[in-house]
């Protein structure tokens, strides 16, 4: 493993003890030899994420992707990769997105905090799927091109076409030279489907996981915890740590 691509809210972080287990386990894989690069792959805001990061005492990521995948940060120095963002920005208008669904009139917007020029972000409970697909098709009448994103029955993002958590861990993996078979995704619910479908990744599904999210990835088999969040985490890094020894001595001998 070369790089770890974690969703953080119910996946390493649920309260003091999982943080506190997690940032145990990685202190352990960080003093080892060549440690993989942390990438936190969340939902939530750049401030809104390093906040809970300083607060929680979870382990400082080598990025750090946010929104939903449409913003890429060097957590180092809180740099935007700027080439994700160009490459964003094709097909995408953020004012078109929010005119339709305000005009659509069933969707709140959340507030300000929660949105970036990239990812549209409303309370909708108990959204229709279909409903959700004929907004996508609305905003596509006004020549915007987006996907909608449904969590937690309730945050529904609006993204353009390319923007999502896997395609972003997926541009990442190649800006930083990591080929897609030595990543390995953890998550919880439904906006974490798309790091799994990543071609070549290594899952890992944590046991609290969202029905949703593990009907979505049946077909990829990740590895599914038997323990929740943090400690299903560490189970499931475990059990690919050794399955990636055991490939690199194969292809070795
Ligand atoms: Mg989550």
Known sequence: MRLFSTDIDGTIYDGPESAGLFAKFWAEIRNGEAPPLLVYNTGRELEDARSLIAVTGLPEPDFLICGVGTVI????DAATLENWREYLGQDWDYDIVWGTVLDHGKARPQPD???NPHKCRWYWEDADTREIDDL???IEERGVRSQAIYSSNRDLDFLPVRANKGNAVAWLGTEVGVPTDEIVVAGDS???ASMYEVDGVRGVLVSNAEPALIEAVRK????????PCAAGVIEGLEHHLNRLDKDVGERRA
């Open 190 to 192: 439904g906006n974490d």
């Open 73 to 76: 940060f060097h957590s180092g």
């Open 220 to 227: 990829v088999s990740p590895f599914q915890a038997s323990l």
């Open 113 to 115: 905090e929660c949105q």
């Open 136 to 138: 996508v098709g609305r």
